[in-house]
T-cell receptor, first 115, second 112 residues
Framework: DTGVSQDPRHKITKRGQNVTFRCDPI?????LYWYRQTLGQGPEFLTY????????KSRLLSDRFSAERPKGSFSTLEIQRTEQGDSAMYLCASSFRDRPQETQYFGPGTRLLVL | SQQGEEDPQALSIQEGENATMNCSYK?????LQWYRQNSGRGLVHLIL?????REKHSGRLRVTLDTSKKSSSLLITASRAADTASYFC????????????FGSGTRLQVQP
């Protein structure tokens, strides 16, 4: 169990550029989540996958945001035409379906700064 | 206030003292989780308490849950400088939903 990993850990981009983040969940976990966290706040839910199916999306996930999990393993989160308000920490988490009252395990996050 | 609000927002104590943080929530839940976050890092899961449990222990951590008051508390005993972090409670958005709702956290500073 190597834990949830995220890449890159830091990203600086200019407004209007597109960025893509990757998340590799714990290997046997079939559920994967994306959250966003701004300074001084708790994480806010963005979207959730069970295997390759995207089952839930928050209203925070505007049409500039898209997430995929093509083979039910790693996931990508893309932000198109970035805005300064997108600056935040993007956290990925995974969990195992068959565990009752499942715990979500978080990765180290990708910190995005939009200039 | 949001589902899962922590109180106090900030807490500063001396090493060796106990730290107590509280969390209030609004809707019915089937579990409540506590996480720790060191500055600029990801969240580390500390403990999960089910709705039919009243108290749970893990090492120096003690969590209580009062579903009638929709509140939970996290007690860290004999605190250490390494306990300095932000602590969040998290609850499912709705019963049966997978997404978690977090409060804005309690920032704990343990002075050596």
């Amino acid at each position: 169990d190597t834990g949830v990993s995220q890449d890159p850990r830091h990203k600086i981009t200019k407004r209007g550029q597109n960025v893509t983040f990757r998340c590799d969940p714990i290997s046997e976990h079939n559920r994967l989540y994306w959250y966003r966290q701004t300074l001084g706040q708790g994480p806010e839910f963005l979207t959730y996958f069970q295997n390759e199916a995207q089952l839930e999306k928050s209203r925070l996930l505007s049409d500039r945001f898209s997430a995929e999990r093509p083979k039910g393993s790693f996931s990508t989160l893309e932000i198109q035409r970035t805005e300064q308000g997108d600056s935040a920490m993007y956290l990925c988490a995974s969990s195992f379906r068959d565990r009752p009252q499942e715990t979500q395990y978080f990765g180290p996050g990708t910190r995005l700064l939009v200039l | 206030s949001q589902q899962g609000e922590e109180d106090p927002q900030a807490l500063s104590i001396q090493e060796g003292e106990n730290a107590t943080m509280n969390c209030s929530y609004k809707t019915s839940i089937n579990n409540l989780q506590w996480y720790r976050q060191n500055s600029g890092r990801g969240l580390v899961h500390l403990i999960l308490i089910r709705s039919n449990e009243r108290e749970k222990h893990s090492g120096r951590l003690r969590v209580t849950l009062d579903t009638s008051k929709k509140s939970s508390s996290l007690l860290i005993t004999a605190s250490r400088a390494a306990d300095t972090a932000s602590y969040f409670c998290a609850t499912p958005k709705d019963t049966g939903r997978r997404a978690l709702t977090f409060g804005s956290g309690t920032r704990l500073q343990v002075q050596p």
